[in-house]
Every structure is written in structure tokens, then in C-alpha cells.
């Protein structure tokens, strides 16, 4: 099993915690309480219906002392009716048990993976790369799936099986104290072994339930991967990982089976080794008169009748430990803490006055899972970009570039130092303040399954088609224009698929539309040709006039975008000047800016 949940992180236990399965699934009550009317009715038809297949032993004991004992076939006219009748009246109140429920449990399905999925947008970064999507999947499905079916029986039969089991067991006793008795004995040992059984049955009903999410990530991965598994011929070796994985899942499965089918070997053997008793020591007291032969038929039946919910009683447990398990999967999303902004009111005058631009002052930053003894990422990044100013950011490969970009919309927060814009802190902003400001393209375009124009205008949804052209067009995303449907063209993993160019472009055309403050450019021109890297550059020149722009830079073309250049190296930024300053000052760039220019130089002759 992979670690979903790592345990450096305090948003995500390290190990499932011994818990209590009533606790655990007490919070489920909030998302039950509105329809706890359909549950209460739901239960009391199932008492009812139950209750009904109680009564029919003491009809049985009338027909039995009274027509069968008396050979009066005339007599046994009303109670066959009131037989038929209570097996009718059992029927008919478990099929409103049923109907009752189905439509409410789905409502409660409904808005608890609508609040999961809300919680999913609304958690920060770190959250999610620690967190494999499969277990979250698994998190939105399954658990959900498991969580309405405990509603729908467990929880119900839990209540009504005791119930009747109690009144049952009221009645044996009513009958015949000392056959009672002897029925109610293996209660003790059946109790002990129930406890037992509810802690193992817990840590494998956990294990399961993580394994499931653990291959719902290889299966993710592989899809979404599948044309780098093909071109490296390693989908053989991906098939056997899916497959030791289903293994492992199998074994769990087939040990809580085996739980299972122990538990329920004693909880049917024991209670039908009591009967038989019982049934030996009834036979003699109704052969020495103690007893009528009727009472004896009434209290075995009775005894009968409480099979089920005895027998049931395993198969319940089991299935309410499995509900909690999946109600704690469910709250460790719930609960994994927002990032604080997002808790905090938006300040009033939510907006940076003057123009400063942006400023980095002794900004410290780690990744949480980062290993103990490595030094921070950046390591007091001290950075000024004047206002209406491009800076270009380049600096060796994993010196931190993207990460630095992604500490201005708060992708991450800095671990100390601060950012502000236009003199501004960027912790003062509300998160959609800040997000409004800030635009940015990354370097892997994601595009939604979604229409071009929705995939662009995410970047200004009130936008309109003027603006979304310009921004194609500076984006020289016109090749838009020739698709099937123009901009209402499907694309993303559902539609049409789109070059990597033209993912990038579409990707820059989000970033533009919305004419931002501050713009954020991770290495935006790196899948395009020549030409057309000219041709966006270009237009890009003039989205960068009026815009404060920061700008991830790999290839000196890029550079030239910028009006200044800031160098990166050991997490601090070392030299900041226009591209031939640099070049002139500083050796470590001119070493950086002719490997660029080398193996840009290599990349278009290959
Ligand atoms: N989400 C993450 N969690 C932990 N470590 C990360 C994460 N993202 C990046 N890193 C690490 O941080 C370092 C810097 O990564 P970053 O992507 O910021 O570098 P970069 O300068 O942009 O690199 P490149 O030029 O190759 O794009 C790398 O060592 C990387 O392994």
C-alpha cells in the first residue's frame, strides 16, 4: 500500500488510529439529520414487519393447543387468515422500508460528495501533492457508496434486530423461563468474540479500503499516462503492479472473509446447539406434562424466528465497521486544514494602492515533505520588479524558478519573508483578491474537458468575445477559428486533442484575457516552433507594456521579453540586470545563457 497519507504532514494521519466505530460513525449525523423523519419511519416500518413475524408462533401455539389438539378442522379457519394476514403485513411494511429510503439516501450521498468535492477545490497545494488522486477517487466513490448502504440497512436492522431480539427473547422467557435460559447462554461467549471480532474485523476493513484507493491510482496513472507507457514498452511491467496490487487486495478481502466466516460459524453454531438443547428438555417436560405441546412449537418457533436477527447480527457488525472505516477516509479529507487565508474575511479595501510592483524581501521557503537535512529551496529571496516592469527569472534546472512563481498566488505560502504588491502583503489579500491580480500561465498547460472559450475565459469569466478574441490573438491562438465548432469546440481529455503548442497557447490566452495587474509566466513559449514563438512574442510584448510580469526563462528568446533579468542560484537570487549587464558582469550567466544557446541551437538542428 502506498502511504496516502504521509505521516510528516500533520493535515494526514500517518496510520489509521484506533478508533471507536460509534464515534466514528456518529459523525455522519449531521448529512442524516435532514431526512432523519424518512430513517425514523423507515425503522418503524421494519419494527413493525418484524414484529408481525413475531406474533406468528403464538398463532402457531393457538392452532396447535387448540384445532390440532382437539381434531377441530372448522376452528382453524380464523387463525390461517391471521396467519396469512401477519405474513401479508410483514411484507408489505419491508417494502415501505424500502421505498421509504431510496430517495433521501441518495440526497445524503448527493450533498456529501458535493461538499468533499467543494473541500478538494478549497485545500491547499501541499494537500494535494501529498495526497494520490486514486485515494481520493476512492475517497468519492466507494466510500460514499458504503456510507448510504449503512444508512440504508445496517443502521436500520441494527436497531430493529435488537429490538426484536429482545422482545423475542421476552416471550421465550413468558413461554418457558427454563428453556429460555438455556437459549440465552451462548449470549456471554457471542458478546466476548463480537468485541474481538470488531478490532480485527476494523484494521482490515481500513487496509482494504486504502489498498482499493491505492489501485485506483495505478489505474489513474495509467490512463492518463498511457501513450509514455506504450512509447517505453512499459505496460507489461505497469500490468504486473496493477496486478500485485489487486493480490494484495485480494488477501486483505479474503482474510475479512475469513473473520467474517469464523464469526459467523460460532454466532449459528452456538445459538443452534442451545436449541437443541432446548428441544431435548422441552420434549421431556411436555412428555411429563410440565408443558403443553403447543407452547413447545410456539417457543421453538420463536426461537426460530430469531435466527435472523441473531444470524445477522455478524454481517451487520461487519458492514457498520466498514461504514465507519469509510466515514474516517471521508473526514480526513473533510478535516485537512485550509490554508489560513481561506478562513480569514477578505479586508476591506481589498485592493493594493500605488505602484510598487513586486517585491520579494527575505523570502524563505521549504516544501513540507522536503527531507530534514537539506537546506531550504529558497533561502532569502530578495527581488524588486518596478511597476509596468518584465523580469525575467532563469537560473540552473531545479533551482526553484517555478517554485518561486508559485509563492505569488499563494500556490504555496512562504515559509518566512514576505511578498507584497504594490506594497501590499499578499497575506493581506483575500485568496480570489489576490487571484484576480495575479494571473499565470504554467508550463504544463492544463486544458478541462470543457469548450475553448470556457477553458479560456477561466481566466475572466465575465469577459467578453472581443476580449476573448484579443486574447487568442495575442496568444496566436487563431488556429481556434479552424476548428470544427470555433471556440465552442470541445477539447481537454473529452474532446478534441490539441498539440502540446497549442495546449501552450490556449493555456497563455487564459493568462491574458482578464488584462491582469501581475502577470506570472512559467517558461510560456517552450512547446512552440520558431515562427510561432516569434509571432506570440510579439504580441506578447504589448500585453507586457501594461502589465507588471514575472517571467520563468529558458532560452535567451525568451530573455529578451523582459526588460530585466534576475539570476537564481542556491535559493537566492545572485545578479539582477538587463540581459547584456549580465552578460557582460556576471560569468555564472553567460555560462547559463550559452548552454541555453547551445542546446536551443542543438534542439533546431535535431
Ligand atoms: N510539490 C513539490 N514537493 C516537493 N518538492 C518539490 C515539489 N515541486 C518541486 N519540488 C522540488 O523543488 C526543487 C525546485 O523545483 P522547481 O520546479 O521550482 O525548479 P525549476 O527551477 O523551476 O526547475 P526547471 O527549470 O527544471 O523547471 C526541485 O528539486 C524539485 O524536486
Not at 192 to 207: G, K, P, Q, V
Amino acid at each position: 500500500m502506498t502511504e496516502p497519507p504521509t505521516p510528516a504532514h500533520d493535515d494526514t494521519p500517518a496510520q489509521p488510529k484506533p478508533r471507536s466505530t460509534v464515534r466514528s460513525l456518529l459523525r455522519i449525523w449531521p448529512y442524516a439529520r435532514p431526512i432523519r423523519w424518512y430513517l425514523l419511519g423507515s425503522t418503524a416500518a421494519a419494527m413493525v414487519g418484524s414484529l408481525a413475524g413475531l406474533l406468528i408462533p403464538l398463532v402457531l401455539r393457538q392452532i396447535v393447543d387448540g384445532p390440532v389438539s382437539h381434531h377441530d378442522a372448522g376452528a382453524l379457519w380464523w387463525p390461517a387468515v391471521l396467519l396469512l394476514a401477519l405474513g401479508l403485513g410483514e411484507a408489505l411494511f419491508f417494502g415501505i422500508r424500502r421505498w421509504m429510503l431510496a430517495r433521501p439516501l441518495s440526497t445524503v450521498e448527493r450533498t456529501m460528495r458535493a461538499d468533499l468535492y467543494a473541500r478538494l477545490q478549497r485545500l491547499p497545494v501541499t494537500f494535494h501533492d501529498r495526497w494520490p488522486s486514486g485515494q481520493l477517487l476512492s475517497r468519492a466513490t466507494s466510500d460514499m457508496f458504503t456510507i448510504r448502504l449503512f444508512l440504508a440497512f445496517p443502521l436500520v436492522f441494527l436497531i430493529v434486530n435488537s429490538t426484536v431480539f429482545l422482545i423475542g427473547i421476552g416471550i421465550m422467557f413468558a413461554l418457558d423461563w427454563q428453556l429460555a435460559v438455556i437459549s440465552v447462554v451462548p449470549a456471554v461467549p457471542l458478546i466476548m468474540l463480537c468485541s474481538y471480532f470488531e478490532r480485527r474485523y476494523s484494521a482490515a476493513a481500513r487496509l482494504a479500503q486504502d489498498q482499493n484507493g491505492d489501485l485506483a491510482t495505478i489505474v489513474e496513472e495509467s490512463v492518463l499516462g498511457i501513450r509514455i507507457l506504450k512509447a517505453f514498452g512499459r505496460h507489461r511491467s505497469m500490468a504486473q503492479r496493477f496486478r500485485d496490487q489487486a493480490r494484495e487486495l485480494r488477501g486483505t478481502e479474503l482474510n475479512k472473509a475469513r473473520l467474517l466466516a469464523n464469526l459467523w460459524a460460532v454466532i449459528v453454531g452456538l445459538p443452534e446447539l442451545a436449541l437443541a438443547c432446548a428441544l431435548a428438555l422441552g420434549v421431556v417436560q411436555v412428555a411429563h406434562d410440565v408443558t403443553t405441546a403447543g407452547t413447545l412449537v410456539a417457543f421453538l418457533s420463536t426461537a426460530l424466528a430469531l435466527r435472523w436477527p441473531v444470524e445477522s447480527l455478524g454481517w451487520l457488525l461487519a458492514y457498520s465497521n466498514e461504514a465507519a472505516t469509510a466515514t474516517d477516509r471521508y473526514f480526513e479529507v473533510m478535516d485537512a486544514p485550509l490554508a489560513d487565508a481561506e478562513d480569514r474575511p477578505a479586508p476591506a479595501g481589498d485592493r493594493p494602492e500605488g505602484h510598487d510592483g513586486i517585491r520579494f524581501e527575505g523570502v524563505r521557503f521549504r516544501y513540507p515533505d522536503a527531507p530534514g537535512d537539506t537546506p531550504d529551496l529558497l533561502q532569502g529571496v530578495d527581488l524588486h520588479i518596478r511597476s509596468g516592469e518584465t523580469m525575467a527569472l532563469v537560473g540552473n534546472t531545479g533551482s526553484g524558478k517555478t517554485t518561486l512563481t508559485a509563492l505569488l498566488p499563494r500556490l504555496y505560502d512562504a515559509t518566512s519573508g514576505r511578498i507584497t504588491l504594490d506594497g501590499t502583503d499578499i497575506t493581506e489579500l483575500s485568496r480570489a483578491r489576490l487571484r484576480e491580480l495575479v494571473s499565470v500561465a504554467f508550463e504544463e498547460p492544463t486544458l478541462f474537458s470543457a469548450s475553448v472559450r470556457e477553458n479560456v475565459l477561466m481566466g475572466a469569466p465575465e469577459a467578453d468575445d472581443e476580449e476573448l478574441e484579443r486574447a487568442l490573438e495575442t496568444a496566436q491562438a487563431l488556429f481556434v477559428r479552424a476548428l470544427p465548432q470555433g471556440p465552442d469546440t470541445q477539447v481537454g481529455e473529452q474532446g478534441l486533442s490539441l498539440s502540446g503548442g497549442q495546449r501552450q497557447r490556449l493555456a497563455l490566452a487564459r493568462a491574458v484575457v482578464g488584462r491582469p495587474q501581475f502577470l506570472v509566466l512559467d517558461d510560456p513559449l517552450s512547446a512552440l516552433d520558431v515562427h510561432t514563438e516569434a509571432l506570440v512574442e510579439k504580441a506578447l510584448r504589448r500585453v507586457l507594456a501594461d502589465t507588471t510580469a514575472l517571467v520563468v526563462a529558458h532560452r535567451p528568446s525568451t530573455v529578451m521579453l523582459a526588460d530585466r533579468v534576475a539570476m537564481l542560484v542556491d535559493g537566492r537570487i545572485a545578479a539582477v540586470g538587463t540581459h547584456h549587464e549580465l552578460l557582460e558582469s556576471t560569468p555564472a550567466y553567460r555560462t547559463l545563457m550559452s548552454g541555453e544557446l547551445s542546446s536551443a541551437r542543438e534542439g533546431s538542428n535535431a
